[in-house]
């Protein structure tokens, strides 16, 4: 039995504890909150100086995808270096091959020397370390190869082929995807890219995932409680997410899980040697002179029976087909800003100011829903990102 003074402290204790689960609670909820509210002028990363030259690889009549892959780690190791003037350029079909034509022609670079086979673009990267890696693994692997500068190996005969050493074996070492990228964000948590995702399975990435470590993430775990975790606790809150999705619902949900953890998805179809592209310096509009200029931007309140459809800084996912824009990337037109970002070589040059315009895809009525109370911040921010692209692209 309880003293006399023994049960008044007891009694003090759990006042004492009672007073504190407010603010433990709001510590533990700190963690999920918004890091401060994203850069407009830096929404997608480029790594390297903007190139003068490129050196090309052509790939056409090579339908390995091991080969493609590891071809693309070479490139985003070496095009990720800051004192190379020159960038590996792959030709994987003739969509690359008409990029690159346009690329001279305009006169983005000077000239292209040429890359006759795999072994001379090894020579272009001095590393024969690699990481082996599976299925589980496919959307850690680029980021870990860039985080330790090492190539990507899917099929083990290739190491003997190209003499390379394996330093990693990603095979049978992770039960789920989810268990791969977690031990990744741990692992790995100041070089990471965290203002920024992708969706795993988009192998015309590889290259800008190497270079700026980006992390894909499986379209079908997206859904799970542990994604959405990490989406809110490891990743800023409202950052784009780079990937192929399909249409119809499937695409929808998609679009869908990504906006609970304050993600828009910006497709990148058809689109390869992102890092080459986005080292250029964006020319078109006058991107970065009207940042503060115009009518203040005044949030709109969320409610879950109102997907904003109407509203062209917070449009809701939508089914219409894609349009044909510069060259063949395909692209809604209402992205057109965005293009000028990401690879500004590719920013049409119809762009048309006065249409409406989104910021990547997202699903407005779930939005941020993962951030609980903090979901209004999150939306808030989401359509002060809007209005702020926007205005860079007038």
Request: hydrophobic share 40%; net charge negative; with cysteine.
């Amino acid at each position: 039995m309880l003293s006399g003074q023994n049960l008044h402290l007891s009694r003090l204790f759990r006042v004492a504890l009672l007073c504190a689960l407010p603010a433990l609670a709001a510590q533990s909820f700190s963690q999920i909150a918004p890091m401060g509210r994203p850069d407009p002028d830096n929404l997608f990363p480029r790594q390297g100086h903007t190139p003068e030259l490129v050196s090309v690889f052509d790939m056409r009549q090579d339908h390995r995808g091991a080969d493609r892959v590891l071809a693309e780690s070479v490139q985003g190791l070496a095009n990720s270096e800051a004192l190379r003037l020159d960038k590996i350029f792959l030709i994987m079909n003739d969509h690359d091959a008409e990029q690159l034509n346009y690329l001279i022609h305009e006169q983005w670079v000077l000239s292209a020397a040429h890359i006759e086979t795999m072994e001379q673009l090894l020579l272009r990267e001095p590393t024969r370390d690699a990481i082996v890696f599976d299925k589980a693994t496919l959307g850690i692997a680029p980021a870990l190869a860039g985080c330790e500068h090492r190539l990507l190996v899917a099929d083990p005969r290739l190491i003997a082929q190209f003499h390379l050493m394996v330093k990693d074996d990603l095979r049978g070492r992770f039960k789920t995807a989810t268990e791969a990228s977690s031990w990744l964000l741990d692992q790995f948590p100041r070089q990471v890219n965290q203002q920024i995702i992708s969706l795993s399975g988009s192998l015309n990435l590889v290259d800008y995932q190497v270079a700026n470590k980006i992390v894909g993430m499986r379209v079908e775990d997206l859904g799970s409680n542990e994604i959405q975790n990490e989406l809110v606790t490891k990743f800023d809150a409202t950052i784009p997410c780079l990937g192929n999705i399909p249409g119809g619902q499937r695409g929808q949900t998609i679009i869908d899980n990504l906006s609970r953890g304050a993600k828009f998805l910006v497709p990148t179809d058809n689109m390869g040697n992102l890092s080459v592209m986005s080292a250029f310096i964006p020319t078109s509009g006058n991107f970065s002179e009207q940042a503060n200029s115009g009518a203040v931007h005044q949030p709109r309140a969320l409610s879950g029976s109102d997907p904003y459809t109407g509203d062209p800084t917070g449009m809701a996912y939508d089914s219409r087909p894609w349009v044909q824009a510069t060259l063949g990337f395909v692209v809604s037109k209402e992205l057109d800003p965005l293009v000028m970002q990401l690879a500004p070589p590719l920013a049409p040059k119809h762009f048309d100011h006065a249409q409406s315009f989104k910021l990547g895809f997202i699903s407005a009525d779930v939005y941020g829903k993962s951030y609980g109370t903090d979901r209004d911040r999150v939306w808030s921010d989401y359509l002060w990102l809007s209005d702020q692209v926007q205005r860079r692209a007038h």
